[in-house]
């Protein structure tokens, strides 16, 4: 009899619980209908992104959408190391949702477009559009997506008060680099903080060295695509392993398991005077360090001689519509918005630029932080090349492991170049390549 | 109706072998079909869509790049360094714990407490213990006087390291199918030894460790097919690096597979299988071969 009871009593009690979960979502639509004016078009869109691709200013891209069009956006956000990975996954099982993002230039090719991605080639709104963006995000003449954001560089980012104390100056070639470094080394800094802990970070310097290869052989990527010449052939990208060996001597002790959240944190402490990064990463670094803005400054990879210096210039991620999304409507809104100078304006309130958007005519306002205006120098004066996954589709996967390899001293950089050669090649006969099989 | 039905036991009267059909069916599917078209595939060079016939070439790549070749050689000193040292620490330790005293049955439980947490949070705890300067297990390294040790990144430490962890993880299980193997033992063997006056050593080296026998064979080849197929722990602590220094069978083909090179993570696959097979197959019947059995 008593069991009985208590039975009733918690079936009850669980009824309860269960009506009082029913009821959250009506609340929000009646916000979003509120919030209306002559544009509305109601409805919902998921947009699928990696962690590190979104930031303040994703955000506030997203809340103007919503207002704009009433439309109720939600976010799924994936964990970095296996972003990639899951999104590959979920494209060859049609789970992308309605619009992700994901690399622009030769690793779009590794999402299958052709068949994964809406057409979006013919819309008007792709007019606002840089060409160099829309070069990098069309494949067998197809294109497809938008950029998610500005553009970023990379580059050598130093502390200035080192370089203060230290009466040090710019450098204007490799070797004054190290010197400067050396200089750092004797006072007791670390010369060049090492984040191997993240393999990723250590392609970065010898991807940023492209700008010297792209002077010397412009025509280098194309010949590379075609399968006409192997990495050897281009006596600077050797030079640029060359310089990735020699960081080895001013790195920190223990580089091989910093990650690129502990170098920021050293080098904004001063206990490191530079760090070889990208733009992205630097924003990332003044929204958790905002003292960083007026304490960390930029200067490209300096090259051999003291006659040019340019920095390296990455393409922003692209947010493209799955083939069979549901929302097909509201997705080509928001791909139409991310192309407007209001979206960017939004973003730009948000999160100070990391570089030039990829529209045309929409210019950075004035929030722009120090470090970024000595990279927009350099746009500016034309003194920049895009990375070369972004002219040429093949990308090796291990090149961060066979970077970090050369970094360490592990092999020469005559065998770093020839291994790069080989996973290169793994890549190519993967994407079916003509002239690489 | 079978002719034969005296030969029959009761069991196979009232249970007709097609009861077996469902679960068969099950495990054609999930377990068979797969093994054997990975064996196919592993000959091709596939994507989602489509897939080319190579032969070889996965294989003749997986054996002439260092990168990859490294994980066969990793994984087979990893799954012999765990094994062994499980083997023998655990005897050890099942020895100490069954020789009567009042603290057996809590220590026996602290013992075996690694062994239900999981294995991610204990590698990630290790990768921070570990660390060269923040590292717990360095600061008091330092405070002995003894300088850094690189255990993670260190290349001939890293994989030990690595190792080491596994073997504490594992610890547990081990020591108490030794502890079992140890009480199964019969009391009048090492009574009539006592008489006769074996020391400890001597009834130890003639007694016990023969009679262990089955569960030692247990825990050797548990630990060695468990090391072979190591795959979350060392992708916590090290994800492979540095580069390729502590890279495993395992960890390669993920790396193949997240990297969408299909074809060469399946061959990964069929090495792995073999290699597994190759050494857990002989290791087990050379092992119950010399079970003596009283």
């Not at chain 1, 619980?17 to 509120?34: F, L, Y």
């Not at chain 1, 956000?77 to 992308?96: F, M, Q």
């Not at chain 1, 009466?167 to 060049?192: D, H, M, R």
């Not at chain 2, 190792?163 to 502890?179: H, N, P, R, S």
Request: glycine share 10%; with cysteine; hydrophobic share 40%.
């Amino acid at each position: 009899m008593k069991r009985r009871f208590y039975c009733a009593v918690m079936a009850g009690v669980m009824a309860a619980a269960m009506t009082g979960c029913g009821n959250t979502d009506s609340s929000k639509t009646t916000v979003a209908a509120g919030t209306e004016n002559a544009n509305v078009k109601g409805g919902e869109l998921s947009i699928l992104a990696p962690q590190n691709s979104v930031n303040d200013g994703t955000y506030a891209m997203v809340d103007a959408f919503e207002k704009k069009y009433g439309v109720k956006v939600s976010l799924e956000l994936l964990p970095d190391n296996e972003a990639e990975n899951l999104i590959r996954s979920r494209a060859a099982t049609g789970d992308l949702g309605d619009i992700v993002d994901f690399h622009s230039g030769s690793q779009l090719s590794t999402l299958s477009p052709g068949d994964n991605l809406m057409d979006i080639t013919g819309e008007g709104y792709l007019k606002n559009v840089d060409d160099t963006f829309l070069d990098c995000v069309t494949v067998d003449g197809k294109v497809y997506g938008t950029p998610v954001g500005p553009t970023y560089a990379g580059g050598v980012f130093y502390n200035k008060k080192i370089y203060e104390e230290l009466k040090l100056e710019v450098p204007k070639t490799w070797e004054e680099f190290l010197e400067n470094c050396s200089a750092c080394q004797n006072a007791g800094y670390t010369g060049i903080i090492g984040t191997y802990g993240d393999a990723w970070t250590s392609q970065l310097l010898l991807l940023s060295d492209f700008y010297y290869l792209n002077s010397s052989e412009p025509d280098f990527a194309e010949k590379y695509t075609a399968g006409e010449v192997t990495l050897e052939d281009a006596p600077e990208y050797l030079k640029s392993l060359e310089k990735l060996a020699a960081q080895k001597e001013y790195f920190n002790a223990d580089f091989l398991s910093s990650t690129n959240d502990d170098g920021c944190r050293m080098l904004v402490e001063g206990k490191g005077a530079h760090q070889i990064m990208r733009t992205r990463e630097y924003n990332s670094m003044v929204e958790s360090y905002p003292e960083a803005e007026e304490l960390i400054g930029f200067f490209a990879v300096p090259g051999e001689d003291g006659s040019d210096s340019g920095i390296t210039v990455w393409m922003p991620h692209g947010f493209y519509i799955a083939k069979n999304a549901k929302n097909l409507e509201n997705a080509k809104l928001w791909q139409e918005f991310t192309t407007t100078e209001e979206a960017a304006k939004a973003y730009a309130a948000a999160s100070s630029p990391m570089g030039p958007f990829m529209l045309k005519g929409v210019d950075l306002g004035n929030n722009v932080r120090p470090a970024i205006q000595e990279v927009m120098n350099y746009v500016e004066g034309r003194k920049s090349a895009p990375a070369m996954e972004f002219l040429c589709p093949v990308k090796g996967t291990n090149m961060a492991q066979i970077c970090v390899q050369i970094g360490s001293g592990e092999i020469s950089p005559e065998d770093g170049i020839k291994a790069l050669h080989e996973d290169n090649k793994k890549s190519a006969q993967q994407l079916g390549l003509e002239g690489w099989k | 109706m079978k002719r034969k039905g005296k030969h029959k036991s009761i069991a196979q009267k009232i249970y007709s072998r097609k009861l077996m059909l469902p679960a068969a069916a099950i495990y054609v599917v999930i377990f068979v079909i797969p093994t054997f078209s990975s064996f196919f595939f592993s000959f091709t060079r596939w994507t989602l869509k489509d897939w080319e016939w190579i032969g070889l070439d996965n294989f003749i790549t997986f054996f002439q790049e260092p990168s990859l070749l490294i994980g066969l050689k990793n994984t087979i000193l990893y799954g012999a360094m765990t094994c062994g040292l499980k083997v023998v620490i655990a005897l050890l330790l099942a020895i100490l714990l069954t020789r009567g005293w009042k603290i057996e049955g809590y220590l026996r439980t602290v013992i075996f407490i690694p062994t239900i947490i999981s294995t991610i949070a204990i590698g990630l705890m290790f990768k921070s213990f570990m660390h060269p300067t923040n590292g717990i297990i360095n600061q008091a390294l330092d405070q002995l006087g003894i300088g850094s040790v690189f255990w993670l990144t260190d290349k001939r430490l890293a994989l030990l390291s690595v190792a080491l962890v596994d073997v504490w993880k594992g610890l547990g299980v081990a020591t108490l199918i030794y502890v079992a193997g140890i009480k199964g033992i019969d009391r009048t063997y090492t009574e009539a030894a006592e008489i006769d006056g074996a020391s400890g050593v001597q009834r130890f080296r003639y007694i016990t460790l023969p009679l262990i026998r089955p569960a030692m064979n247990s825990v050797l080849i548990l630990s060695l097919i468990g090391g072979l197929r190591n795959f979350d722990l060392i992708w916590v602590m090290t994800g492979g690096g540095p580069g390729f220094t502590t890279d495993l069978l395992t960890t390669v083909i993920y790396k193949q597979y997240a990297n969408g090179l299909y074809g060469l993570s399946t061959a990964g696959n069929v090495i792995l299988f073999l290699v597994v097979a190759l050494i857990a197959f002989p290791v087990y019947y050379y092992l119950t071969k010399k079970e003596e059995v009283y």
